[in-house]
């Protein structure tokens, strides 16, 4: 009898570490974050394919890596790691291609989104973010550091 009720403990112990394991390191039914992107030029409502304010330079693209700074860490940095560094669950958005190529599928994977055999790996972005917020964590990811 004793021997079963450790054996049971034992059993108890690690179903409550994979539970705790399995809900902290997934993605969860979290929150999308609003992004409040005061400040830079609205953009019209065809999808830019390059993004605009690094195009535009200057203070607008200064503005839009700060917001995107916010944005990612509220919208971004639990699945793709804090400071664009991925830890492993999703890619690493400081790896994407430069220019019109990297921004065409940054949009693309934003917008719609990625599921894999019926199951989303990242949420559809589209109805949430604005395309002023979207280019803004562009913004901020594409000015991180890329590793060595």
């Avoid at 200057?58 to 400071?83: D, M, P, V």
């Avoid at 430069?98 to 019926?118: A, L, P, T």
Wanted: glycine share 8%; hydrophobic share 35%; aromatic share 8%.
């Amino acid at each position: 009898m004793k021997k079963q009720l450790i054996a049971v403990s034992a059993l108890a112990v690690v179903a409550v570490q994979f539970a705790w394991v399995e809900t902290s390191m997934s993605h969860g039914d979290v929150q999308p974050q609003a992004v409040d992107t005061e400040g830079l030029e609205p953009l019209p409502e065809e999808i830019a394919m390059e993004n605009p304010y690094r195009l535009a330079g200057g203070e607008q693209y200064e503005l839009a890596k700060t917001i995107g700074a916010s944005a990612y860490n509220s919208n971004c940095a639990r699945c793709h790691g804090l400071e664009a560094i991925s830890g492993g669950i999703a890619p690493d958005l400081r790896m994407l291609e430069d220019g019109e190529f990297g921004d065409e599928w940054y949009m693309e994977r934003v917008r719609k989104g990625y599921s894999q055999n019926g199951a989303y790996k990242m949420p559809p972005f589209e109805s949430i973010l604005s395309q002023e917020a979207m280019w803004a964590i562009r913004s901020y990811t594409e000015n991180q550091p890329r590793p060595e």
